[in-house]
Structures are given as structure tokens and as C-alpha cells.
């Protein structure tokens, strides 16, 4: 169970795990080549970090052109991270979701849309409740026409915000499955008081911006 968890069951909202705001990405990550995932079944796969993956993978999951969107770990040093380990904030990873798309219904640059549409960008290490550097906000690249859409779209998102733009942008390199009770956390487990205090909200924020990319069945 999240420690986050826990915090409702006693009425507050305050940060769990590790909330000291240290930058733990290390330069050989930031620069390192980008790593692009091959086109499978006519499928692209896309990867961001936003806060508790539980509902960073609800929102993507509600778009239409998506197929799926799967909860996991990435940006970090160590390899096969478990959530009990990135939780401490020492292994560099961040809770990420991969999303599995379809490129003719859905491109790159409307994903970041949904990205950006979906979580606070200003907001350093977390996102809402959900604080430290496991929470943070990265937006990944795998090649140079990636990372220029992202760039513009950071570049507009300045112009919008008085306060700096804390969201991370990092060359993709790997993607570590997150554990089985993760998945589609937020449709088998409807009355968590996360997901009832955070994930419902914060999905219906999003439904509010963007009605024209959901699903029929998410419209509601």
C-alpha cells in the first residue's frame, strides 16, 4: 500500500517518501543518445512521468488512439527497480507509464498536449500530494523530432506560467515494469481514498480541457 495512503486515513495531504527536493539525475543519463523503441503492429510507445502512475496511466488510458497504457519505473541508474526501492529516491528512477499508441489516430505532439493538460508543471519533485524526486515530472525523447516538439511546447508553456517550468526532459533509455498490483490500479480499486481524493479529481480536470480526445466510454 502507498505510504500516501496512509496520510488520508488521517486526514492530511502532506508529502511521502523522499521529499528533499535533491536533483537525482545524473548527467550521464541526461546526455546520454536516446534510445528509440521500434514501431510493433503499427503501435508507437511513448514514456512520461508524472506523479503517482496510477493516474498518470488513467489519463492516457482515457484517450482516444490509445491502446494501453502500462504503470513502470524509468529515468534512473539501477536496473530491475522495485517500488519499495525507487520509493526511497536513491535509485534515480521516477514512477513513468509507457503508453502504447496508434499514430495515425494519435501523434506525439497531441500526447504532450495530454501530458502538460494533465498535472501542474511548475510543481518540482511531485505533483499534488505525491512529493520527492520519485514523483517528479520527466517527458522523454527518443529521437530529434521528439525532443523539438517537446521543447516548443515547453517553450509555449513559459509564456503561460510566471513561476519556471520544473518538468525534466530526458533522452529515453529503458522502461522497468512496475509491479502487477500497479496496473489499471485505478479501475480495480475505485473506492481508495487516493484515488478517490487525488486520481478522480484530477482525471476529471482533465476530461474538463480536453473532451475532444476521449473515448466514448470516458466521457462521462
Not at 546520454?32 to 523503441?37: D, M, S
Not at 526501492?85 to 496508434?102: C, K, L
Not at 500530494?129 to 529521437?143: A, C, E, M, T, V
Request: proline letters at 5%; a negative charge; glycine letters at 6%.
Amino acid at each position: 500500500m502507498k505510504f500516501h495512503l496512509l496520510i488520508f486515513l488521517l486526514f492530511s495531504l502532506t508529502a511521502c517518501g523522499n521529499s528533499s527536493g535533491e536533483k537525482v539525475t545524473l548527467p550521464e543519463i541526461a546526455n546520454a543518445e536516446p534510445v528509440e523503441v521500434p514501431t510493433q503492429d503499427g503501435l508507437e510507445k511513448a514514456y512520461f512521468a508524472s506523479g503517482c502512475f496510477w493516474c498518470v496511466e488513467a489519463v492516457f488510458e482515457s484517450v482516444v488512439g490509445v491502446k494501453e497504457a502500462i504503470s513502470g519505473y524509468s529515468g534512473g541508474h539501477t536496473k530491475n527497480p522495485t517500488y519499495e526501492e525507487t520509493n526511497t529516491g536513491r535509485t534515480g528512477h521516477a514512477e513513468a507509464v509507457e503508453v502504447i499508441y496508434d499514430p495515425e489516430v494519435v501523434d506525439f505532439a497531441t500526447l504532450t498536449d495530454v501530458y502538460f493538460g494533465s498535472m501542474d508543471p511548475t510543481q518540482k519533485n511531485g505533483q499534488g500530494p505525491d512529493l520527492g524526486s520519485q514523483y517528479r515530472s520527466i517527458i522523454f525523447y527518443q529521437n530529434a523530432e521528439q525532443k523539438k516538439i517537446i521543447e516548443q511546447k515547453l517553450k509555449e508553456l513559459a509564456e503561460q506560467y510566471t513561476k519556471a517550468i520544473a518538468v525534466e526532459v530526458l533522452p529515453f533509455q529503458k522502461f522497468w515494469l512496475a509491479e502487477d498490483y500497479h496496473q489499471d490500479y485505478k479501475r480495480y480499486n475505485p473506492n481508495d481514498p487516493y484515488i478517490r481524493n487525488v486520481s478522480v479529481p484530477r482525471m476529471n480536470r482533465f476530461k474538463e480541457k480536453f473532451p475532444e480526445l476521449l473515448k466514448e466510454n470516458q466521457s462521462d
